[in-house]
């Protein structure tokens, strides 16, 4: 028996003395009210209504049973709403600043699809772990070495022309004696400003004989692409037989024409950007991502629910539950 909705109907025939107005207040047939009083009778062992051809009078046992039921249904539905309040109470989620606003509104739709309202939070990777230290989200992308992680995005080197070669190689960087130009910088967005992807690349730098300032961490992401696009060639300054597509000159070799500055991205921030991506031939460099809860919260419990809306909105080569290594 529901004790609850038995004391529903006991309460609404009680109050209305009918069993027939007071199931309809109760939302339910007349028989339904009738089969759950009854059994209420029964459960208590007394009779709560005296029955009539016409009317539902209340016991004396009944009279003093009505105001507890009364207060039971009463705190039930307070239960209830709270409930469902709860279940409307947006989830806040710390996500990486790489996401694109179409792939974070992708992730804020999918999670209303499994009934959760995300609040999202977009933060560089030791903010979001201050949050979800300090449990002012319920949950946060953290980053992590791929060896660790959930899911997985592969980066590379994407510059504003095309390259003209498989892998671009950290020491075709490196200045000669007799160059009087500019360095060409290796520019970091603040998602990759993190130990596990910036040391390699400082060792890196160091081994192949590049400059401190070759390798360079920019404010946020479009101040690095902001370099990097600098270098792109203006076609409307090229000669009109290039501009027309006819043949010009004989192009460079490949090591000649991979110039300007280069952004440490995934491919798809690359295509979003316009950029030529290409792997970095001395190294494989990914990004890492975990799900981690706040407080007691239980990461494999969110993730369950929104790990692989989280995928696509990271654009990551490894699912949810895959082996966190870089896509081949």
Same mark, same amino acid.
């Given at each position: ?91 806040? /989620? @710390? &996500? !990486?600043?790489?996401?694109? %606003? ?6 804020? $739709?999918? =999670? #209303?699809?499994? *009934? +959760? ?24 992308? /953290? @980053? &992590? !070495?791929?060896?660790?992680? %959930? ?6 080197? $994407?510059? =504003? #022309?095309?390259? *003209? +070669? ?40 160091? $081994? ?47 090591? $000649? ?72």
């Amino acid at each position: 028996m529901d004790l609850v909705e038995a004391c529903r109907a006991f309460v609404g025939v009680g109050e209305y003395g009918s069993f027939t107005v007071g199931a309809a207040s109760a939302r339910v047939s007349q028989p339904v009210a009738s089969r759950r009083v009854a059994a209420l009778e029964q459960r208590f062992g007394e009779q709560l209504f005296e029955r009539t051809s016409r009317r539902a009078v209340l016991t004396p046992f009944g009279r003093d049973m009505l105001p507890a039921a009364r207060q039971l249904v009463q705190a039930a539905d307070v239960l209830l709403d709270e409930a469902e309040a709860v279940k409307q109470k947006p989830w806040r /989620l @710390a &996500v !990486p600043g790489i996401c694109t %606003t179409a792939g974070l509104a992708r992730l804020v $739709a999918d =999670a #209303r699809s499994q *009934g +959760v309202r995300l609040d999202l939070r977009v933060a560089a990777p030791a903010r979001r772990l201050e949050l979800v230290h300090a449990q002012q989200v319920r949950a946060a992308v /953290l @980053a &992590v !070495p791929a060896a660790e992680a %959930t899911w997985s995005v592969r980066l590379g080197l $994407a510059g =504003a #022309r095309d390259p *003209g +070669v498989r892998r671009v190689y950290a020491e075709t960087l490196r200045v000669g004696r007799a160059c009087s130009g500019p360095a060409r910088r290796i520019w970091l967005q603040p998602e990759d400003d993190v130990p596990h992807i910036r040391d390699p690349l400082t060792r890196l730098r160091d $081994a192949v004989g590049l400059r401190p300032a070759q390798l360079a961490v920019a404010p946020d992401l479009t101040t690095a692409a902001a370099e990097v696009l600098a270098d792109a060639p203006d076609l409307t300054t090229a000669p009109a037989e290039v501009r027309a597509g006819a043949p010009g000159p004989a192009a460079p070799p490949a090591e $000649a024409r991979v110039t300007g500055d280069l952004l440490l991205c995934s491919p798809a921030q690359a295509a979003e950007l316009g950029l030529h991506w290409r792997p970095l031939g001395e190294i494989a460099l990914s990004r890492g991502f975990v799900l981690a809860a706040a407080g007691d919260g239980n990461p494999q419990h969110v993730e369950a629910r929104l790990g692989d809306a989280v995928a696509r909105c990271l654009g990551a080569d490894t699912p949810a539950g895959g082996d966190g290594g870089p896509a081949a």
